[in-house]
């Protein structure tokens, strides 16, 4: 989920665009996406109603994974680490992901249903034989990126969870105002990059992804069933995806956990992890273990609820 994209994402980007753009039209029209855009907003309202209850629900387990990504410790540690913080500090730095996922999250699926409407009419009207999974792929690519602006919110959670940071600030506004005052806007961006590397790639996993695992699960007979098959659906799909983009998140947390000095490129700050952690694997996936079932219970959440309210609607 910096100031410059990697070369892999920008040397990718234009390629798909030139797919969907031919001579003097556009699949991404401005006239088609300012009457297409926003047409129908259900997918966002439901995508962050399911986002605040995940939250809500796996804050705790989140503060733990976060601990052993940033220091490497086991859970157990990480445990004692929060018991010592006390309770009062158990939901502390709750508001910027209770913020920033519920409207990532609203992005995501809303953002995707549109432009996927958007590209789909518009390759139809104008002829075009692009096949709709490389238009729903590059639906899902640019609602990942999208939810990229959102990135200060995570960097304010990344500062609350440290509890090396816990003395110096004191809440999600004193942070946003020191950031700001002190290093600029740019400062509040720190932890892009990785953040860019993960959201596009994996929302394309997730939309292109779903639909058939949903195929290959038992067809539900009713209301309680369907929402077995959507949680096992979006709880699996997300538990493979979070090991996947496991590193990046590392890399994310150790980037967003500075305050000041120089941004570091993601594959130096990525061996700098790897060489405190005595070049080991195991010891770079710390914290996977309790990440695959946090993501196993996140997006089976999500995606139950998700499926659910848009049933409701």
Not at 159 to 184: C, K, P, S, V
Request: net charge positive.
């Amino acid at each position: 989920m910096a100031v410059s994209t990697m070369d892999s994402e920008s040397g990718r980007t234009p390629q798909t665009q030139a797919t969907l753009t031919e001579g003097h039209h556009s699949l991404l029209s401005t006239g088609a996406l300012g009457s297409r855009l926003g047409s129908d907003g259900k997918h966002y309202v439901c995508g962050s109603v399911a986002a605040f209850t995940n939250i809500v629900v796996t804050f705790p387990i989140q503060k733990v994974l976060f601990r052993q990504q940033l220091h490497g410790v086991l859970a157990s540690e990480a445990v004692r680490q929060l018991q010592r913080d006390g309770l009062r500090n158990l939901y502390r730095g709750l508001l910027p992901p209770l913020l920033q996922k519920s409207t990532t999250v609203a992005i995501m699926f809303g953002l995707y249903e549109d432009f996927s409407r958007v590209l789909l009419e518009r390759a139809e009207r104008v002829g075009y034989g692009v096949p709709e999974l490389v238009t729903r792929s590059f639906a899902a690519a640019l609602a990942g990126t999208a939810e990229a602006i959102l990135t200060p919110f995570e960097r304010v959670q990344t500062l609350l969870q440290d509890h090396r940071h816990h003395g110096r600030f004191n809440n999600t506004a004193h942070i946003f105002r020191t950031l700001l005052t002190e290093y600029g806007v740019r400062e509040c961006y720190r932890g892009l990059v990785p953040i860019l590397l993960r959201n596009g790639p994996s929302n394309v996993l997730f939309f292109g992804l779903r639909g058939p695992i949903k195929e290959q699960l038992p067809e539900a007979s009713s209301q309680a069933g369907h929402l077995v098959v959507d949680f096992v659906c979006g709880g699996v799909l997300g538990a493979a995806l979070g090991i996947m983009f496991y590193p990046l998140n590392v890399v994310k947390s150790r980037a967003q956990s500075q305050v000041g000095g120089a941004f570091q490129p993601c594959r130096e700050v990525l061996l700098t992890v790897w060489r405190e952690r005595g070049g080991s694997l195991a010891m770079l996936f710390r914290g996977a273990h309790l990440n695959y079932h946090r993501s196993l219970l996140s997006w089976g959440i999500i995606n139950a609820t998700y499926e659910l309210l848009l049933k409701l609607l």
